[in-house]
């Protein structure tokens, strides 16, 4: 069957379409047939590009104001003659769409149904700038193709199996109940099938081993996966948890907050924006959000460039260690994301230190290993360390199949604290 | 047909205009900025820039922001542009005349149900609409001061604006993340009306010798929990501004209580504006930033 992904942003829209089902599925031989976004909705230069597998790149400009011409767009592009791979719309069998936040509501990848989006509406306030886009990528989709199973693949759904005593923050009880203030996590949909697929490698059971998931791109984030279920992950209530990232700042000292509001007089806006966009790798570095710009300032001598670097590494490092000690220990890491996938340097420092644990890094495998997938300890390391690229647009196109076959895994969480 | 907003018009590319056009920018939604001249839009692009740059020094905005607002805006000096908007602002000052003049440009080249706003404090717009072909499709918003933190815009119906109109500009309103307040036509609508006596109460206490102007400020911002005292809010929004509006509600309503303080005429007559012009009550730098604040009138912890 062919399955169009889709990621709808605030002025994109990303899409991929698929081929797959369940034998596919099971030999590891998904198809993916096209990729391309549409970006800068809303602007009078919106850009839609198309790639198809041994095709030239198509681009093309027009002014696109939302998301439903964007996805018409995109359907008369995938059905063009000379430039599409499809010979009609009904091709499409049925959509995926990722969404950002399912809350407590959802432990499961789902068929959109009113009362679906009715929850998802309400975890907008939990993650006002990411739900409502992708709900407007659905609508605009479900008016183009109103016969096909829509469904719903989300972020948080995978961690939903965290126990309270991870996903709980030491703040007052009662702010859980009224605001569902907890940790969820995000990049569910990544570390699912990094650690799928990386078992796959491994020729492992995922059922039997204790995990540890690195996804380091724009965002950043760990998961511990201990015997396939999430038990806990670094991106807390928001992304903005965890790992120090390209503009994020990452874990700090809550009592900045209101120390900044008042002695900067920085309105709730200021001081948001300073956490999100701000800080991170660009802000201590002033140079880049981009780790490739980082360590090419380093290597020039930039002393804030490194400094951020080393902040970066050394917090991967901690948590790697913190996971294994919450699970008891390790059988094997991977790393994933950008940054995971190509720096060798990130992936060196991150992991130097860690031999204590059982981690020997092989530095030529280490090396070698920048893009595609790749062992990188040695022969005898007893914790296994691998680079797996992530494809979460695979594994939305997979749980497309899952739930419409009824073999969808529910991600239901151990316990409820009342 | 439905309708639904993807460009609107700004005339007036002054502080309010600007800032109005980086709102709606902001929310996606593209802009055509009208000013007189060549030479104007020059001055305020730049003046535009360095607004957004104190943005980003402020971490409200980041520089790709600042780019995506900027390509959002475009800048005219002819009033075509208003032929193709959904909705069309008009933001320059407070003049009856030049106002009316503007709207009757705005109203022969936009489709008849496409609302026009007059944005103000102290006109009326059932006098500003009467001219028009349809006056119906014209409604008032006070925006306030400044325009891209404060929350909130009165949205003024006229006697004859029709449900419609109003119903879309208070969606306007909503869009621009803004809280709009119902009101009816009425010179100085809530928020002025209100504040000018307390502003203009406070000048008095200052020319009386009571207290002098630091302490006024001092005493009603930390008493009552206001961001800034109103001889500082006064200051910032400028004196000849403030002058402007008592003197047009104490013509319109024969009221005392809106006859403009002494003082404040002195010291309009002397060219102490405010913070745009580095003097008023207090003293300000180039950045607008107070520079002889009380030590007492600092932020703290608790």
Known sequence: MKILVLNSGSSSVKFQIIETDLERMNAHQDLTLAVGLVEKIGLSDSRLVLEVPERKTFQDYREILEHRTAIEWVLRILTDREHGILSSVEEIGAVGHRVVHGGEDFASSVLITPEVV?????????????????????????????????????????????????????????LYKKHHLRKYGFHGTSHRYVTFRGCQILGWRREDTRLISVHLGNGCSLAAVDHAKSIDT????????????GTRSGDMDPAIVPWLMAMEEM???????????????????????????????????????????????????????AYAAAMGGVDAVFFTGGIGQKSVEVRDWALSGLEFMGVELDRERNAAATDGEAEITTDGSRVRVLVVPTNEEKTIARDVVRVLNGIMPVFTPPEVVT | MSWELHRVTIV????MGRSLATKVAQEGINVYL?????????????????ALEREIERFGLTKAEKRAIQSRITWVTHFDCASDSDLALEAVQEDFGLKRQILRELDRRMPPDHPIVINTSTLSITELAAQNTRPDRIVGMHFLY???????????????????VYG????????????????????????????????????????????????????????????????EWADRTGLDRVLNWLQHLYQESGEPRFRPCPLLKRLVRAGLLGAKTGRGFFSYDEGRHRTDRLPDDRPRMA
Do not use: W
């Open chain 1, 118 to 174: 009715e929850k998802i509406e309400a975890c907008s306030v939990l993650a006002p700038l990411h739900n409502p886009p992708n709900l407007r990528g659905y609508y605009a989709a479900l008016a183009a193709m109103p016969d096909v199973p829509h469904l719903a693949v989300f972020d948080t759904a995978f961690h939903q199996t965290m126990p309270a005593h991870a996903f709980l923050y030491g703040i007052p009880f009662q």
């Open chain 2, 12 to 15: 007036g590319g002054g502080m």
């Open chain 1, 267 to 321: 309105t709730l806006h200021q001081v948001n924006t300073m956490l999100n966009k701000h800080s991170g790798l660009y802000g201590v570095s002033g140079v880049s959000s981009d780790m490739r710009e980082i360590l090419a300032a380093r290597a020039a001598g930039n002393q804030r460039a490194d400094v951020a670097f080393r902040m970066f590494c050394y917090r991967v490092k901690k948590y790697i260690a």
């Open chain 2, 168 to 231: 879309r500009a208070i969606e306007f309103a909503r869009l621009l993340g803004k809280v709009p307040i119902k009101v009816f036509e009425m010179p100085g609508f809530v928020t002025t009306r209100v504040v000018l006596p307390l502003i203009n109460e406070a000048i008095h206490v200052v020319m009386e010798g009571v207290a002098d102007a630091a302490e006024v400020d001092l005493a009603l911002k930390l008493g009552y929990d206001f961001k800034s005292g109103p001889l």
């Open chain 2, 34 to 50: 009208k000013e007189v001249s060549s030479e104007a839009v020059e001055a305020g692009k730049s003046e535009l820039d360095s």
């Open chain 1, 234 to 245: 670094s991106m807390g209530f928001t992304p903005l948890e965890g790992l120090i990232m």
């Open chain 2, 146 to 164: 400044p325009v891209t933190t404060t929350r909130v815009v009165e949205v003024v119906r006229g006697q004859l604006t029709t449900d419609e």
